[in-house]
């Protein structure tokens, strides 16, 4: 099992970036891929995640509203679109496969349901 980040770079107060996670391996449908970020000096935390059995979306409280996390079965690769980004958002992201995770509204992402973890990609939001 791989997962590939992608997408990271460097981008101004209020602009975008799209998150790429390219899965192989596995088959989306029978898994749930988290985002989860570090920034430097703090631990690591979820940002989004979305449940390939049922669908189910989690957004941390900071990035609701900003960001929208998807899926495309055919090409194995959930993205996460981040708009309107912060200089707080400045961090390295990850993305993390879960097998068999059903997310229902009130979800709390433990790390210790990801099994698969990829290389991270570092976003950076400064002028």
């Known amino acids: 099992v791989q997962l590939q980040a992608s997408g990271g770079g460097l981008v101004q107060p209020g602009g975008s970036l799209r998150l790429s996670c390219a899965a192989s391996?596995?088959?989306?449908?029978?898994?749930?891929i988290g985002w989860f970020r570090q920034a430097p000096g703090k631990e690591r935390e979820a940002v989004s995640c979305i449940s390939g059995i049922n669908g189910g979306t989690y957004y941390t409280n900071s990035v609701k509203g900003r960001s929208t996390i998807s899926r495309d079965n055919a090409k194995n690769t959930v993205y996460l679109q981040m708009n309107s980004l912060k200089p707080e958002d400045t961090a390295v992201y990850f993305c993390a496969a879960a097998p068999d995770l059903y997310l229902e509204d009130n979800y709390v992402p433990d790390e210790r349901e990801y099994y698969y973890w990829g290389q991270g990609t570092l976003v950076t939001v400064s002028s």
């Open positions: 391996g596995l088959s989306l449908d029978y898994y749930t």
